[in-house]
């Protein structure tokens, strides 16, 4: 079966290869717990195969993302990485406004509108959504929620890109349903430390690694250690 | 007492040899837990007894999880397996369009109908709804969602089919009440592993296994070994 | 004092002889517990003495139970035994419809008005309620559920006859206040395994006995431990 | 400093002679703890010593009652015991009508009214509402209920009486506040048996015991072992 | 830096010599930990020093207080001792009305215009509102009572005088962060025993015992063993 | 990278060199916690550097906060260092009313309104609102909060400074995501005692120390203890 590389060392070999392209997933983790490095690492392996891809921020404003990502080694300045900046805070004009980097401020209703038009505009192998949490938290009930977030996969659906939607921990709504496989990000506090753990929780259509693996934060991204174990008592 | 067997290895050890046809059972468990799984395996155990089956899925699209069950040597293509796309996400036209395969995409009400309708038609021995959570998310509350759910139990019952309902282990409304069994697939996380786990936690008419038994999703599907622990110690 | 058995052995002598003839008792427990095993044991016992008993199923079709129950080798089909039928998902007209069985499909307020109407006509001994929770479930809030409680024990209260009314185990509202005792059937998970418990836990105008007794549900339906421990430890 | 018995076997002990007379006191426990053998064990006290009580039932009638106490060597017959019956199931006219025993069965609002009502044509020097949770159920809310709540104790601080409100456990609102003293009846599960302690957790006015003290329902009614401890280890 | 005794042995040192006087400190404590006893310590440690004081009383009487605190040897009839009877439950006329002692019976809106009214009219040096709890539990909503609670602590802070309000234990709303400091009262039961331990939370302006110290409430009033530990192990 | 220190002996070692500068940062803690400490030194850290700093505080009075503070040996009442009294309890004239210290007493919208006044004015390089929480709770819903606190972001981004945001533990909704940092400061009871620890839970662009780090308040302010552990064990 193909499959496409994360770009994230040694997941991979938890998930017998990769994703299976033309689908769309969960990574879900809480406040530092490395989702969007996750996503910049799964855009950049595209990238650097020569597919356009497409990075589409709720939280943090892409200007200060393209700062720490450089440190990181990943230029989000290249031509094939597209960006769509839907932070609610930026306000400004982008010092390096253009076709790559766009800005909403007013509605959630404009933002969705806009990622449709651009994903139509141009094909795209891999896309990132970053992070769902902040689209759930403007809408007033669960059910608007769903029938928003059904719409929202629907578009991504036509796309025939394999796409990687990070969420909040707690989020546990209908996305892991409709998702066709899910990664879980942890942080567990033990012995007055941050230990971080990986864990593939959902895979359709493919066998998968079931432990808990390590997973570090490095000066190159996130690095999974999946030979190890996280407990090892 | 007749009994039919589920098509899932060790389990009909546990049910004194099967399921009692002309009923249904509420199969429950997390995302990842293997629901779908079971539900065509349960299937194509009628299939290969020379059944017509029905399978209702209202999560995963019947074109992906085709892809998926070829590789545990399902083929849902052969014509005693009758499906029905209920899956939200799903927009576009399907490639094997037919008489097998449809698809629903505006309301649960029309959904609920067109299952109606397709089992008005043809006779059914199993039938498999999965899962039920997708039709829960969408009601708008808890009385609602009872009422219709009678309704759909008794359009069931009229069948004679011994039907099969997945369902997401948090719900743990009615359904556990008006259902002739419960079957529960957990996932427990244990020294950095997940651990599964099957019980069966109410079987009307029939003795049963009282014991949690370790289960794994192989390459040939889901396997119960019945004569083991999960728990050893 | 008088007291009249309950036809579950072992269970008569941790209630140091049986239930108070003429009053209300709660036996709660989880699906798959052993409530509707619980209900008909308590009315063949009747049925054995002479009795004439009335068994309300909410849950399981009458058509269904007799089946399950027949393996038990209780014949729900004699005289003395009368049914109600209104569990919400039956439809279709009984094979043996007549003066015992009847159904109700369309509302639970005629449910209620059906077995006033019932109990007015024949006098019995035994009358078991199976179970309370599917009443509970479709009235619209707390205090319309209570109102409508208290008007059904005050029906009951006038029949003279001993009422076992089975129930959820979440079910802790006015019941335990307004019935003369409670029973709990428990189902606790221990080392991969079900083990079964049943629990005195109220027993107005007599002593009885506080431990936690196993249980178990054999071929000849519930069956006490009354002096063996549930924790050997 | 004066103080009257309690009429309970080792708590007057706990308390350093007993209750301060013409205060409320609190007596709080689950279903099954004890509370209505501590009102009346609390009444006949008094009857004992030449006074008028009153006992106020709002769960159990006080027919049944009657024979319930009588095994355990209480006469509620004897002329110094009044009874209002205000149990909501209870609709049948009385075998003993009378002075002593009335019933209600319409509204609470009427009841409050037949309280003061009784309360105001003669005096007792000891009263008892067992249980006050009924009255807290059938309220909409807990604004409402505080306001009937605290006009309820108004009336019962003009009677000079020492009274004893009996309440569920979980009852913890404005009650432990407003009363004069709190002693909770407990009911712990260890060791697949049912311990009984007893607590005296508030105390104004005076030093109490601050152990939890085993206790048990024998023939007699309830006694504490007020120099033993609940838990020995 | 000048700071004021407490009135309670031990607690001094807890404080590094007392409060920062003309500041508003919260004491948190279940039913039955002493927050009367220790608002009456706090306000008489004050009439020694010649100092005008204010008691205003949500819960208990001042009636039954005076009694109860007489058995401590605090004499609350004493000119400095000033009341303000706002409890609930009291109808009645006091036997000893005048200038110290008033009641209010119909609402609280009522009760703290007159508590503004007092202190206008003269210089009190330490005021006591005991309990908060009373206030909150008749305002409807959380908005309502933090504006209440927000101008009542504008009037107090007009005083000049030092302020301690005792609260319930669970009260964890914007009482902490807008007083000065925060003092707990806890019951921990341990080994069948209650056990007292009281610890300062919050102290600013000051460093404090970090320690939950054991409190006793002895006939002499709180007194805390500062230099104990309430967990020995 | 640039980084500037935060004024926290400690702390900078744990941020790899301190915040980066330009972002806003969360922190965290109860009451007691040394939030107040925290912002007062991060901004006195800008003075020694000669920066105009701005702190804005929401719960203790500039007045009483200035005392306080001089015992730490900060000096509030140097020029370079601004002040808005926007605590809701403070109503009389300041004493040193100009154009360091205003007060607000009405609304928060005036609130907000006059911070965005005094921003626009002057340019301040380091920025404290203390705390958030006195915000949140006077906001009607969540929606409506999420709405207020984006747009109060926004107003921060434009400034150009390095603003800490301090807040309650509790709060743990859009604040978390929408910031570059989170710092704990937490309070742990053991043994009897109060332990102080923090942790970066979130750092934007840097690397940074996974260890929870005791801390202390101490007569200098809040010292990070970076080469220690809080838990030895």
Redesign the interface.
């Known amino acids: 079966?193909e499959k496409i590389p994360t770009g994230i060392k040694g997941l991979d070999e938890m998930l017998g290869g990769g994703l299976i392209p033309g689908?769309t997933y969960l990574v879900k983790g809480g406040?530092?717990a490395g989702k969007?490095t996750f996503a910049i690492q799964f855009l950049m392996e595209g990238v650097r195969n020569g597919e356009n891809v497409l990075y589409v921020t709720l939280?943090?404003p892409l200007e200060?993302l393209k700062?720490?990502m450089a440190?990181l080694g990943f230029d989000l300045g290249i031509p094939k990485f597209h960006g769509i900046d839907a932070?609610?805070?930026?306000?400004?004009k982008h010092l390096f406004a253009g076709a790559f980097y766009e800005e909403f401020g007013e509605s959630f209703e404009r933002l969705t509108g806009a990622i449709q038009e651009k994903v139509e505009l141009e094909r795209y192998l891999r896309v990132a959504i970053d992070?769902l949490?902040?689209l759930k938290?403007?809408v007033?009930n669960e059910?608007e929620y769903?029938k928003t977030f059904?719409g929202f996969?629907?578009s991504l659906?036509?796309l025939g890109a394999t796409v990687v939607i990070t969420s909040?921990l707690r989020t546990s709504?209908?996305e892991?349903?409709?998702t066709?496989g899910?990664i879980e990000l942890r942080t567990i506090?033990a012995?007055?430390?941050?230990l971080r753990?990986i864990?593939v929780?959902?895979?359709?259509?493919?066998?998968f690694d079931?432990?808990?693996r390590p997973y570090r934060?490095t000066?190159r991204g996130i690095e999974v250690y999946h030979t190890e174990?996280?407990?090892i008592?």
Chains 1, 2, 3, 4, 5, 6 share one sequence.
């Open positions: 079966m689908r406040p530092g969007t939280e943090e200060t700062e720490d440190k932070t609610p805070v930026t306000e400004r992070p949490t902040m938290l403007t007033k059910l769903r059904i996969l629907k659906s036509k909040d709504d209908i892991e349903y409709l066709s899910v506090e012995g007055g430390k941050i753990g864990l929780k959902k895979f359709r259509g493919s066998p079931e432990h808990i934060i000066d174990n996280l407990f008592e």
